[in-house]
């Protein structure tokens, strides 16, 4: 989608609304010819504005903008130049926010890595839910720990991975995902619980990370099931439907 055309000052109704189909369907939408931040205007701002009519949100932590670049002594590991897994931020929040923006300022001919992987997470748990429903159902059960805990913040959030609508079971609306890895804490669960949880979360872990090392897969896994798990990262980060 184009900047202008979609948010910008030339954005219709039109082109707003597919740009929300597209986020809806895809979980992800991509917006070029975004102009520099200058003085007074901040494209991010001005697109969620078009999103949301009150902007952002969500400031408490990191302020409404925040930039994400290699510190010294930084107290969050975006702020190094560390790899990241595949994960949602603020997965401690009792309502984490429904849209996130990211602006790619400027990468220079020297930067490596920094890419941004995306996953398609709800996909990926009802794909869970086709072929392994006790995996799946573990994952709608278990709550799994959130933690934010530096300087000025504790914060804590106990929820199950995948949310699906209440109601009779079988094939009940996922209506969400909760996934961040670098922000987990200690579980909750009764010690009886915990290999069952261990095993879908490995499950999930490896159909959501293609960057998962070859020698990572736990033997409690059959090897169809790894080479299964594996392919279906593989196959669908954005990267993998970008060049198809």
């Not at 929300?20 to 969620?48: E, I, K, M, Q, S």
Request: proline share 8%; with cysteine.
């Amino acid at each position: 989608f184009e900047y202008d055309a979609a948010v910008g000052g030339g954005g219709t109704d039109a082109a707003l609304l597919d740009l929300y189909r597209a986020v809806f369907t895809d979980g992800a939408a991509l917006l070029t010819g975004v102009p520099p931040p200058r003085p007074g205007l901040h494209p991010v701002r001005v697109a969620a504005r078009a999103l949301s009519p009150g902007g952002t949100s969500h400031g408490a932590l990191y302020g409404d903008l925040f930039e994400v670049r290699s510190r010294p002594s930084a107290h969050n590991v975006a702020y190094t130049d560390l790899p990241l897994a595949p994960h949602q931020d603020l997965a401690y929040y009792a309502s984490p926010p429904g849209l996130q923006l990211l602006h790619c300022v400027t990468f220079g001919d020297r930067v490596e890595g920094g890419e941004s992987t995306l996953v398609d997470g709800m996909a990926a748990a009802a794909a869970l839910r086709a072929s392994d429903p006790d995996r799946f159902r573990t994952l709608t059960e278990a709550p799994a720990t959130f933690v934010k805990q530096r300087e000025g913040a504790s914060m804590t959030y106990l929820r199950p991975h995948v949310d699906v609508l209440a109601g009779a079971a079988g094939d009940r609306e996922i209506v969400g995902v909760h996934w961040a890895p670098p922000f987990e804490g200690p579980l909750a669960l009764p010690r009886g619980e915990m290999d069952r949880y261990y095993d879908a979360y490995g499950a999930f872990e490896m159909m959501v990370d293609d960057a998962l090392p070859a020698g990572a897969s736990s033997s409690a896994y059959a090897e169809e099931e790894v080479r299964r798990y594996r392919e279906y990262a593989r196959r669908h980060t954005w990267e993998k439907r970008l060049e198809e």
